[in-house]
């Protein structure tokens, strides 16, 4: 069965570590997202996984089998590519049977196969079609039907669906997790994407200056975000950031102070707040709240089912001009429901929801309080 295993893998290109350290296990029939910023190493792990690149230091298992020293073609994977690399000679049915062709299979596995993978990716019909007769989801779904005739242990994928519109990108998303689901291969699946990661897959492992960050089911990084690049990451509108420190339960920042927090040890923290955990202090919502951050708006954006309100915090004594306002930029933005009466340049309190505050000490980035649990309790 296709579990992937990556011992300490690193890769270096002179003084560039593109991937340092990285312990991934993925389970056998699981479907991992490596999701990262632009030159974070998604690519190269894949491509060690693949064989295609040499990795510097570590061990590579694919079902328990060291294949570390092994050329890509003895490794029982399957690759799918942004570029989709059809031969423009070829129809669809010659596309798909090629890569079985040249390794000399016979031909009544071959239109078997062929058979097995037209009925999973729904090309009946269409065998005899040569690619510029497609349209550009059929022919990612050729694509994907080659990587599927050759039975693989394990379908590797980088970016599949980056070329497409974004209407047939989110349709692809649902039919390569069908495929996945019904074919029940191991998946790992590369993209910088983080919605894409987020709704396609089983676990998300995220990667940053190729360094595992967290790996986790999508919720868990989104709830329990192991440090602050995770938080900013994952989510969109990303996560507001409000540097302060604790003081005798206290977390304190010139933009709002915020009482009984579970720490004692005087240290700069960071506290994190998604944009729709931030209420109007006036909402419903608001007896679950705590701090108090008195704003003006500087601008609305509705976007459809939601609402983005940018604001300004006034910091106690009037805007503060060295930074001290400690946001990371210079708004904290707030997701409202796009019915809540609101007007630019109106002055506002908000409040943060007391479950979904999170902290962050500084001088690590690491995680260290996700929800405050007590009871606010009004300082005397
Ligand atoms: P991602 O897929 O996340 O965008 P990559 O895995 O392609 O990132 O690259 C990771 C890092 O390794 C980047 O800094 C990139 O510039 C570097 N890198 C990748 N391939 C090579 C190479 N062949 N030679 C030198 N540096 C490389």
Redesign the pocket.
Known sequence: MGSVNLESVNKR?GD?T?VDDIKIDVADGEFLSLV?P????????LEMISGLTTQSDGQIYIDDEDVTALPPKDRNIAMVFQNIALFPHMDVFDNMSYGLRIRGADDDIIDRRVDEAVEILRLDGMLDRMPSELSGGQRQRVAIGRAIVRDPEVFLMDEPLANLDAKLRVHMRTELQRIQRKLDVTAIY?T?DQEEAMTMSDRIAI?ND?ELQQIDPPLTCYEEPANVFVAGFIGSPSMNFIEGSIDDYRFESPITTIDAVELDEPSAVTLGIRPEDIYPADDPRADRTVGSVRASVDVIEPVGERMFVYLLPDAPGGQSTDGAVALDGDHLLMSVDPDTDIAENEELDVTFDQSSIHLFETATGNALIHGLKREPTPRS
């Open positions: 290109y560039i593109a990262g632009s030159g974070c190493g998604k690519s190269t792990t590369v910088h990667l190729g």
